[in-house]
């Protein structure tokens, strides 16, 4: 985590901080609708590099996972997960931001634009997202929509009725204080 940071670090210009991200107030999950036994998986660990301005925008922002590190609750679920999603051959991901946008009308939420590299893929993904700022604590939300399909993963199907919906939604808090 500290060479991803340290690189997120490094370019920054004149009146940009790192982020330290509060891992105990942020969480990242992974919601998962199916026909039966939808889930929720959660994102034990994760690196995040972000950085802000003055004026309090976010204006870096770098999250990465080994994919070993979604867990589930059941075991079970998470090995046939790990045989779906290849694993052992795609470990990593990542998302590197390429700009939040302000929202159009004042109370809404920003949009995320970004890359995820995941599978051995990398598209371009969009979200909605939210930041508040107090002081120098800052409260990240969002909820991106990925389809596995865009990133090579076949749909689930099961005994010919079942199936998993190839959409999941990442919902993530990130809390952090910014440096000075």
Same mark, same amino acid.
């Given at each position: 985590?500290?060479?991803?940071?340290?690189?997120?670090?490094?370019?920054?210009?004149?009146?940009?901080?790192?982020?330290?991200?509060?891992?105990?107030?942020?969480?990242?999950? *992974?919601?998962?609708?199916?026909?039966? #036994?939808? $889930?929720?998986?959660?994102?034990?660990?994760?690196?995040?590099?972000?950085?802000?301005? #003055?004026?309090?925008?976010? *204006?870096?922002?770098? =999250?990465?996972?080994? $994919?070993? /590190?979604? =867990?589930?609750?059941?075991?079970?679920? /998470?090995?046939?997960?790990?045989?779906?999603?290849?694993?052992?051959? $795609?470990? /990593?991901?990542?998302?590197?931001?390429?700009?939040?946008?302000?929202?159009? *009308?004042?109370?809404?939420?920003?949009?995320?634009?970004?890359?995820?590299?995941?599978?051995?893929?990398?598209?371009?993904?969009?979200?909605?997202?939210?930041?508040?700022?107090?002081? #120098?604590?800052?409260?990240?939300?969002? #909820?991106?929509?990925?389809?596995?399909?865009?990133?090579? =993963?076949?749909?689930?199907?099961?005994?010919?009725?079942?199936?998993?919906?190839?959409?999941?939604?990442?919902?993530?808090? =990130?809390?952090?204080?910014?440096?000075?």
């Amino acid at each position: 985590m500290v060479g991803v940071l340290a690189a997120l670090v490094a370019p920054l210009v004149a009146g940009e901080r790192p982020l330290a991200v509060d891992f105990g107030q942020s969480r990242i999950e *992974v919601v998962v609708k199916a026909t039966v #036994d939808s $889930f929720t998986g959660k994102l034990a660990q994760y690196e995040a590099a972000i950085a802000v301005d #003055d004026a309090g925008q976010v *204006v870096a922002a770098r =999250l990465a996972f080994h $994919f070993r /590190d979604v =867990l589930t609750g059941k075991d079970g679920r /998470d090995q046939a997960m790990h045989r779906w999603q290849e694993t052992e051959k $795609f470990p /990593d991901a990542v998302f590197q931001l390429a700009a939040l946008t302000p929202p159009a *009308v004042p109370g809404d939420a920003a949009t995320a634009v970004g890359r995820l590299t995941l599978h051995g893929v990398t598209r371009e993904i969009r979200f909605p997202a939210s930041v508040i700022r107090d002081g #120098d604590v800052y409260a990240i939300d969002g #909820d991106a929509a990925v389809d596995g399909r865009d990133f090579g =993963l076949p749909i689930i199907r099961m005994l010919g009725l079942l199936k998993v919906d190839p959409v999941v939604h990442v919902r993530f808090h =990130l809390q952090g204080r910014a440096g000075r």
